[in-house]
């Protein structure tokens, strides 16, 4: 995992921690980097925070030619990282 690719999945971990509030839900710690990737602009339940947690990855990675260029086509691997991002993710839905 270069640098960059590196970033992005510490910047989701730091907004999206994989601990549970009192309420036994998840928590943005810094929601408006990702209200966009939520129905309505808000994640109202876990699965949709852990949805725009995945889909500011693929955002983040595919979002066109230029970021495919640059990152995701010389780290083949992206899409594992993402899989192995939700299913640590998927054990508390």
Known sequence: MN????KKFKDLRDAFSDN???SGNYEFTNKENFDEYC???KCN???GKINAGFF????AFFKDNSVFNSVAKSNINIVEYIMIWLSGSGFRV
């Open 20 to 22: 549970l509030n009192a």
């Open 39 to 41: 129905t309505d602009n």
């Open 3 to 6: 640098k960059e690719v590196c």
């Open 56 to 59: 500011y990855l693929l955002d």
């Open 45 to 47: 339940d876990n699965l």
